[in-house]
Every structure is written in structure tokens, then in C-alpha cells.
């Protein structure tokens, strides 16, 4: 493989000219620049980058933090959506001309400090870090000496976020139930533990008290265990508590939990919307498409966070950040609105909450 010394050799000029020429750092007369550029050619000379980024603090290079690749096996039946969160990222990266490096976590909180070194070994310019779901972490403060921006998560360190808007999110979809005639508003939670189930609790009791309805404890039922393989063992109890509360609509705390809950309404009988209406949360188009009726839900916007998180790295990485610019950026969504919510008018159909007979 050709160096510098043989380049220089073959055009008759000192290695310091061809850096020159190569970095366009200093004046270089036409004809040396063209015998330089000549010598490069003929013995197929690649500048190492790694002497580049050396020189100049540029690597080109930003890196990721995310479990989203190991983990893909968990979500087969709902289109993979934190990959959507990098595919946002990867677009901004890839237009700024840097080049995204993804290392996956394997969902192993102990092995971020291996990778963030890793990162720095490569001289990264800047890193992202991605959680699976919306929540606090802790990174190593001795690892933190390039920027770093939290995506979908937080720490106490006031470190750079982008978060999605969670109460926003619940408060829209429940306003908007609201403004096509429903009062009763069924609300299947996330487990109490994740931070999103207080947010979005705090966006479902706003739209009430927005729209002069009052608070029924009995319509807002905890819908799942913050343990993936027993994830929803409650549903079908919290769903029974729901229904005797009279709604005329279940809103459930993801789309996953809503294919579940098409099933359980239909053993019970129910219709959807004619009896009852549906909706979910996320727009998780590979569940929220393909169910019949299709269903409606507020969307989680994982790509526009993905694509927020990378400009606000590139602005932190050029010294450019606005100087209004929060720690703490709130991303929100659309609702979609599907056929599994259909407008009613006040009147409360009565549901039997039994199991249909077989």
C-alpha cells in the first residue's frame, strides 16, 4: 500500500507538500498540485482518515447507543419502531456528510461504558444515546468529554434530551374522543412504574377537566405488568373493571395492548366501533393498519426525535445551539384516526361485560 513518502517520492516533492496539497491547508503551485495529484493516482493513494481526524478534531464520525437492533425479535408483529428513531437520526447524520456508527446495548445497562469508550477510542465527534422507552438513565461522567444528547430518555445531570411529549400526546387523543361525542372514556395504563404512565394519566385527567367532564377513577385501570413476558397477565381483569364503568370507549396504553383488547371485547360479544370504540397509542402502522377496524391512535414520533436528537448533537458538536435552547426538547405526534372509533352522541349503551358463550 502507497504512503505519503512514496507519493511524494514519485512527484519530486517533500511529504509536507503533498499534505498541502491533500488538506488544501497552505498555497501550492498549479503544476506541483498537479504532479502531486498525479503521483496520487498512478499509485492508488488513499490519505488515511485516521491522520486526518488526528490533525483536525473532525472525525466525521457520530455514534449511537441504542438496543433497538438485538431486541428486534420482541417486536416483529409491530414494524420495529425504535428503528424508526434511527432511521431519523441516520438522515441528518448522512446530511451533515458524517458517517453514523450504531452500537447495539444488547439492552445491558453495564455494557454503555464499554461503548461509549469505544466511541472515544474512535474519536467520535458527538454521541447519542437511546433508550428503549421513555425513562431516566445514568451515564458515566468520566466518559462525557464530547457532547452526548438523550433520546427518548433523561438523566438528573441536565444532560441534552429529546423526549417525546407523552401528556400532550394522551391530552390530544382524548380531547379529539372528546369532540366526536364521547364522555365515558375508558383508560388502560401503562404500568405505574414508567414515567409515560404518569404523563399520560396527567394528559387524559387535562382533557376531562378541559372539556367540563368529571374525573371517574373507575374508567382508569393499570392495563399491564412492567415484565415483557407477563406484560399484559391483567388485561382481562382491568379490562372487566373498565367495562362496568359504562365507557363508550377504551383507550389503551399502546397498540400491542390494543390488538389484545379487539380480541377480548369480541369473546365478550362487542362490536367494534358499533358497540363500543377503540383506540391505542404509539401508531405502530404494522399493528394500527392490518387490524380490522383499522385503529385509531396517537402517534409516538420516533422518527421525528430521531432526526431532532441528530441536529441538536451537530448543533452542540459546531458551538451553534440557540442560546434560548432548553436541556430538555418535547417532541409530539398526530392522532391517526382509524374506524375503530366512530362519533356518538350521549347516550350510554349498556355493556354485558361476560364472556360470550361458545
Known amino acids: 500500500m502507497a504512503t505519503i513518502y512514496d507519493v511524494a517520492k514519485a512527484a519530486g516533492v517533500s511529504p509536507k507538500t503533498v499534505s498541502r496539497v491533500m488538506n488544501g491547508d497552505a498555497p501550492v503551485n498549479e503544476k506541483t498540485r498537479e504532479a502531486v495529484e498525479a503521483a496520487m493516482a498512478s499509485l492508488n493513494y488513499s490519505p488515511s482518515s485516521a491522520a486526518r481526524a488526528m490533525r483536525s478534531q473532525r472525525s466525521g464520525l457520530i455514534g449511537m447507543i441504542t438496543g433497538a437492533i438485538s431486541t428486534t425479535h420482541q417486536f416483529e408483529d409491530t414494524g420495529l419502531p425504535e428503528i424508526y428513531l434511527v432511521q431519523g437520526a441516520q438522515r441528518v ?86 369532540k366526536r361525542g364521547h364522555r365515558r372514556i375508558g383508560f388502560l395504563t401503562l404500568p405505574e412504574q414508567q414515567i409515560a404512565h404518569g404523563l399520560r394519566a396527567e394528559g387524559y385527567v387535562r382533557a376531562l377537566k378541559t372539556n367540563g367532564i368529571e374525573f371517574d377513577e373507575r374508567l382508569m385501570q393499570v392495563g399491564a405488568l412492567p415484565i415483557p ?34 380480541g377480548l371485547l369480541r369473546e365478550r360479544g ?20 392490518h387490524l380490522h377496524p383499522g385503529l385509531t391512535s396517537a402517534q409516538l414520533p420516533y422518527a421525528a426525535m430521531g432526526a431532532r436528537a441528530a441536529d441538536k448533537l451537530l448543533r452542540l458538536i459546531a458551538g451553534t445551539q440557540r442560546p434560548d435552547e432548553p436541556a430538555h426538547e418535547l417532541v409530539s405526534g398526530p392522532v391517526v384516526w382509524r374506524d375503530s372509533v366512530q362519533p356518538r352522541d350521549n347516550t350510554i349503551t349498556h355493556l354485558s361485560t361476560r364472556r360470550k358463550d361458545t
Open 229 to 262: 413476558a407477563n406484560e399484559f397477565d391483567l388485561l382481562w381483569d382491568a379490562l372487566d373493571r373498565v367495562l362496568r364503568a359504562e365507557p363508550t370507549v377504551i383507550c389503551c396504553a399502546n397498540d400491542k395492548m390494543a390488538m389484545r383488547v379487539y
Open 270 to 289: 362487542l362490536a367494534i366501533p358499533r358497540d363500543i370504540s377503540v383506540a391505542g397509542y404509539d401508531d405502530y402502522r404494522m399493528i394500527a393498519e
Open 93 to 178: 447524520i448522512a446530511q451533515s456528510n458524517r458517517t453514523l456508527l450504531i452500537a447495539d446495548s444488547g439492552g445491558q445497562a453495564d455494557r454503555i461504558p464499554a461503548l461509549l469508550q469505544t466511541f472515544r477510542e474512535h474519536r467520535v465527534e458527538g454521541v447519542l444515546y437511546v433508550a428503549e422507552y421513555h425513562r431516566e438513565v445514568g451515564l458515566p461522567a468520566n466518559l462525557r468529554d464530547r457532547p452526548i444528547v438523550l433520546v427518548n430518555c433523561f438523566d438528573t445531570d441536565d444532560t441534552p434530551a429529546v423526549l417525546p411529549d407523552d401528556e400532550g400526546g394522551q391530552f390530544a387523543l382524548v380531547d379529539g374522543l372528546i
